[in-house]
C-alpha cells in the first residue's frame, strides 16, 4: 500500500476554483491507477475522477465533466484535481486514492486499495 496526503482544500464562492493535492510515498506510484472521491454529510463516498498510472486516460463522473481535470506527476509522486465553476453541490470532503493496478479497475469505492484522510471542500453560494 500506499501512504497518500490531501491538501488544497478550502472555502470558495460559487463559481471559483481550487485545486487538491495528492502526495504519495513509495517507489510504485507510477504503476498505480489513482483516483478522487468525495463524500457529502449524510451521503454515501462517491467517485469523481481517476487516471490510470501512465497518466494517458482519465474519467470523470458525469457532474464534473468539463468543470475538473485530474492529473499526476509520477517523477514526484503527485496527484492534482483542478476544480473550476464550483458549485455549492461539490461541498464535501474530498479523498485521494490509490488502485492496485496501472489500469482503472473501477469506480466504486471497493476498487481502490489505498486511501488518504481527506481534504474539505466548501463552496458558498
Known amino acids: 500500500q500506499v501512504q497518500l496526503v490531501e491538501s488544497g482544500g478550502g472555502l470558495v464562492q460559487a463559481g471559483g476554483s481550487l485545486r487538491l493535492s495528492c502526495a504519495a510515498s513509495g517507489r510504485t506510484f507510477s504503476r498505480l491507477a489513482m483516483g478522487w472521491f468525495r463524500q457529502a454529510p449524510g451521503k454515501e463516498r462517491e467517485f469523481v475522477a481517476a487516471?490510470?498510472?501512465?497518466?494517458?486516460?482519465?474519467y470523470y463522473t458525469d457532474s464534473v465533466k468539463g468543470r475538473f481535470t485530474i492529473s499526476r506527476d509520477n517523477a514526484n509522486n503527485m496527484m492534482f484535481l483542478q476544480m473550476s465553476s464550483l458549485k455549492p453541490e461539490d461541498t464535501a470532503v474530498y479523498y485521494c486514492a490509490a488502485g492496485q493496478f496501472a489500469y482503472v479497475r473501477g469506480q466504486r469505492p471497493a476498487d481502490f486499495a489505498s486511501w488518504g484522510r481527506g481534504t474539505q471542500v466548501t463552496v458558498s453560494s
Open positions: 487516471v490510470t498510472g501512465s497518466g494517458g486516460t482519465t
